[in-house]
């Protein structure tokens, strides 16, 4: 069965420094993965996929995720972050067993301090 | 980008009574929409897809007869939780598949069943 792992429910990171939301995944054939920010009270919003290619996949906002095939993980990466990163982001994977289903993770919620 | 609206936002209702939720695709047809359910605190979990012209694919555990689906055309899919009851209070959203992978999603719709 697909499944996506998010271990940390809260990460707290200082405006400036990097930031790193962890995701592993396990899935059976290719895995399509995804990562999803979501604001207080709205829907969630596209940061990045990764299909195939290159293993470090750019997505908007300034955020990138490195795809690592050996350890089954997708962490989600910023270089600088900002207050306004602050939010709830979740890692999801498509179901290949036959539609276009996605399995989302639990979440981790990012603080950023100013 | 796709842009997917839900409306209303926000509804409270009497128990009993049941609740029409729309998701529209603005600027493009989706043949394949998706509706989630999410509790505070948690992912979203999967209710249903709906596929425009056919009956929707219920997730295990979810009543069909309970949350009708309706996806009458390529940008219109509806959700109705009939004779609702407090524990069908949620925020519910949709998705919509424009092409290969990526899900657009609606800013979703707070439902409170008093």
């Known amino acids: 069965a697909q499944s996506v792992a998010q271990p940390e429910d809260q990460v707290n990171v200082a405006e400036g420094n990097p930031l790193t939301v962890k995701c592993t995944y396990s899935?059976?054939?290719?895995?399509?993965l995804f990562w999803y920010v979501q604001y207080p009270n709205r829907g969630l919003q596209f940061l990045l996929k990764?299909?195939?290619?290159?293993?470090l996949v750019k997505g908007s906002y300034g955020f990138e995720a490195e795809f690592n095939k050996s350890q089954t993980s997708f962490h989600l990466k910023k270089p600088s972050a900002l207050v306004s990163d602050s939010a709830l982001y979740f890692c999801?994977?498509?179901?290949?067993?036959?539609?276009?289903?996605?399995?989302f993770g639990a979440g981790t919620r990012l603080f950023v301090k100013a | 980008g796709a842009v997917v609206s839900q409306h209303p936002s926000r509804v409270i209702c009497k128990s009993g009574t049941s609740v029409k939720i729309e998701c529209r695709s603005l600027d493009f047809q989706a043949t394949t929409m998706f509706w989630y359910r999410q509790f505070p605190k948690q992912s979203l979990m999967l209710m249903a897809t709906s596929n425009e012209g056919s009956k929707a694919t219920y997730e295990q555990g979810v009543e069909k007869d309970k949350f009708l689906i309706n996806h009458a055309s390529l940008t219109l899919s509806t959700l109705t939780v009939t004779s609702a009851h407090p524990e069908d209070s949620s925020f519910y959203i949709c998705?919509?598949?424009?092409?290969?992978?990526?899900?657009?999603f609606g800013p979703g719709t707070r439902l409170t069943v008093l």
């Open positions: 899935v059976s054939g290719n895995p399509y």
């Open positions: 990764y299909i195939t290619g290159d293993n």
């Open positions: 999801a994977v498509r179901d290949n067993t036959g539609g276009f289903k996605t399995i």
């Open positions: 998705s919509a598949r424009l092409q290969g992978d990526t899900q657009y």
